[in-house]
């Protein structure tokens, strides 16, 4: 069990351009989390799975934003047509949440830095 | 909808004093409580988890208590060190496996 992880750590994009992020969320995790977090705030719901079901969205994740989990194991963030106010910190969170196996604690990645320029 | 405030923004302390964090809810219907470290540039360490049925949890030279009627959640940090250095954020979720909702976060600064 290597932990949560995220790719790539840091990606600089011109405003306008789309970019993709990749979370790969602990092995047997069904519950996949995605926050954003901008400097010197905390973490910011975006939206969560369960599997592959999308099953909430914050009003954050506007309509350039687009989030998958194909397959129930990764997920991926995509947003287009970045904006210089997209910058922020994209964390990912993973937790069990099965019949008889339960952990409460989300699980976090360490995070894809974006910059928008 | 639910906010939670995290008192002080940043502390100071020489190294070996005990502190205490505070965290505070607007929304008592919380189904737990976590405590969560961040360094600079870094992802989310979680510290504790306290159930809404709780009263506190004790995790080395840590302690976090929960008053959910009043709102309320303490860190309380024993004999601190400069490597306890770091931004402590806590966050409430509604229920079982739904979002957290985070504070600001403290910055505490540990002299050594």
């Known amino acids: 069990d290597t932990g949560v992880s995220q790719n790539p750590r840091h990606k600089i994009t011109k405003r306008g351009q789309n970019v993709t992020f990749r979370c790969d969320p602990i092995?047997?995790?069904?519950?996949l989390y995605w926050y954003r977090q901008t400097l010197g705030q905390g973490p910011e719901f975006l939206t969560y799975?369960?599997?592959?079901?999308?099953?909430?969205k914050s009003r954050l994740l506007s309509d350039r934003f687009s989030a998958e989990r194909p397959k129930g194991s990764f997920s991926t963030l995509e947003i287009q047509r970045t904006e210089q106010g997209d910058s922020a910190m994209y964390l990912c969170?993973?937790?069990?949440?099965?019949?008889?196996?339960?952990?409460?604690?989300?699980?976090f990645g360490p995070g894809t830095r974006l910059t928008v320029t | 909808k639910q906010e939670v405030t995290q008192i002080p923004a940043a502390l100071s302390v020489p190294e070996g004093e005990n502190l205490v964090l505070n965290c505070s809810f607007t929304?008592?219907?919380?189904?737990?409580l976590q405590w969560f470290r961040q360094d600079p540039g870094k992802g989310l360490t979680s510290l504790l988890l306290?159930?809404?049925?709780?009263r506190e949890q004790t995790s080395g030279r840590l302690n976090a208590s929960l008053d959910k009627s009043s709102g309320r959640s303490t860190l309380y940090i024993a004999a601190s060190q400069p490597g306890d250095s770091a931004t402590y954020l806590c966050?409430?979720?509604?229920?079982?496996?739904?979002?957290?909702?985070f504070g600001e976060g403290t910055q505490l600064t540990v002299n050594p």
């Open positions: 969170a993973s937790r069990i949440d099965r019949w008889g196996v339960s952990s409460y604690e989300q699980y």
């Open positions: 929304d008592s219907a919380i189904y737990n």
């Open positions: 092995s047997e995790h069904n519950r």
């Open positions: 966050a409430v979720s509604r229920t079982s496996g739904s979002r957290l909702t």
């Open positions: 306290i159930q809404s049925s709780q």
């Open positions: 799975f369960q599997n592959e079901a999308q099953l909430e």
